[in-house]
């Protein structure tokens, strides 16, 4: 479903995030990216949204090589896939309920299917009843939570994540580890980069290694 | 189609949102655009006031044909006949030279005339045109003046002339006000949306994220931009009739002097649906430029 072939990232500068990555993660997948900072997790995950393009070598989705999609094609890809990043890149000037919506209100839902997506998405991620409460007003937890609620509402069949347990207490990060093993039990593929994959040892996923920029170890 | 109306009503709620939670800002934009609107637009319409107040103060304009001394009665009815086959002419009217001599005699001259041994008035033809167009009247008294036992051909159109100069000078000066002060008004929504797309930054890169389309991202700042004008265009129409209704008065009053009576208009529902327009038309221009001087590297 995702193919890496020989992925290189190279930025101005000389700088080297990745080089020569190989895999491939089949769909219903639960594939968890570790490695330390400065690994290249951040940089491979945003090479299949296209958010970074790569240097070399090619990356696939169902076939299609995304790494050559002209521009105006690359927001229909991002529809079909969830992205929750490290910081939850949330609007603080709307209210819960908008942030969930505003996937669907890009893609034109209409407002009455579109208000009971949002607010099963919101049940999803433990957060029914909440859609008037602002975001400055939720905890860290929480925040990651409407951002996760944001990712699922187009019932994308593919989910990326990195980093989103970081700046969370255990308890809560254990809380959104959970969630994404609940969404890969669904059926959905899951890459999440994380630098404790101990998080997801219990549901024994495929573990990816990254090491300055080398992919070191696939298990 | 019904997807494509949701995404633009939704485009133009958020703008109107937008516009609502910076009510003084958008009242100052209004200001602004509104007053500015108002000098060309108050200009138009001076300006076509002017020329119905002349228009109804100096009558219509007349061509006078005199025939030769020497031309009877039979060369007289071969240039009515002439007259009276142009679709140009709206009327005309023969004067006999017994007449014109009758009618200067009356006029205060009969002491001069009654000296002379005859009369040396020719018979004489005053023709009225359908239209006010010196460049018609040029034409036809050519044609006139080149008809057999014509003697004179006299344009009572140097009015028309001075009139028609001084109204095209008008119009150049309000096109070129209107082009200035429209590029002022470009200038003032294109920094506008300017600030919007930097205070909105993040939300515009989260939706780029979450799959926004170029023209998702920009729809609401072209309403933004294309409502504020639309504003602009609102206060200017007020100003206009302010000014309308201020003016009024002392016009009819001057008038009266020259023995007319005259009314001031305000714009009529087509001239006010053209000056929203162009303002909404500017407003959308100067977001058109920003959005694509701005959003480029979003």
Known sequence: MIVFEDVAKRYAGGYTALAGVSFEIRHGELVVLSGHSGAGKSTLLKLIPAIERPSAGAVRINGEDVSRLPRRAIPYLRRNLGLVLQESRLLF????????????????????????????????????????????GLSGGEQQRVAIARAIVNRPSVLLADEPTAHLDPASA??????????????????????????????????LTLVKGLLSEDA | ?????????????????????????????????????????????????????????SGTPEISVFMDAAAAAEDAAAIEKRLRADPQ???????????????????????????????????????????????????????????????????????????????????????????????????VTFNTIRLQIMTQRNEI????????TDPFIRRPFYWFGSLQGMLGGLVALGAVWLGVMGLSAPVAALAETYGAVFALSGPQWPESVAIVLFAAFLGWLGAEISVRRHLAGT
């Open chain 2, 89 to 187: 002419l709206a009327s005309f009217r023969f004067v006999p030279r017994d007449e014109a001599l009758k009618q200067l005699a009356a006029g205060g001259l009969g002491d001069v005339l009654g000296g002379l041994e005859s009369n040396p008035l020719p018979d004489a033809f005053v023709v009225t045109l359908r239209t006010g167009d010196p460049e018609v009247f040029d034409t036809l008294a050519a044609q006139m003046r080149a008809w057999p036992k014509v003697a004179h051909v006299q344009l009572d159109s140097g009015w028309v002339k001075r009139l028609h100069a001084l109204l095209a000078l008008g119009r150049s000066a309000v096109v070129m006000l209107a082009a200035l002060l429209g590029f002022a008004l470009v200038i």
């Open chain 1, 174 to 207: 254990a809380g959104i580890a959970n969630l994404f093993k609940s969404f890969n039990g669904a059926g959905v593929t899951v890459l999440v980069s994380t630098h404790d994959a101990s998080l997801f040892a219990t549901s024994a996923p495929r573990r």
């Open chain 2, 1 to 57: 189609m019904s997807n494509w109306l949701y995404l633009h009503l939704r485009a133009i709620a958020q703008a109107s949102g937008r516009l609502a939670r910076q009510p003084l800002g958008t009242l100052l934009s209004a200001l602004v655009m509104g007053i500015a609107l108002s000098l060309p637009a108050g200009g138009y319409l001076l300006l076509d006031n002017v020329a119905s107040m002349a228009r109804g103060v």
């Open chain 2, 205 to 212: 890169e989260v939706s780029r994220l979450l799959g926004a």
């Open chain 1, 93 to 136: 000037d709307r209210s819960v309920f908008d942030n969930v919506m505003l996937p669907l209100a890009i893609t034109g839902h209409p407002p009455g299917d579109a208000a009971r997506r949002v607010a099963a998405a919101l049940e999803r991620v433990g957060l029914e009843g909440r859609g008037k409460e602002m975001p400055a």
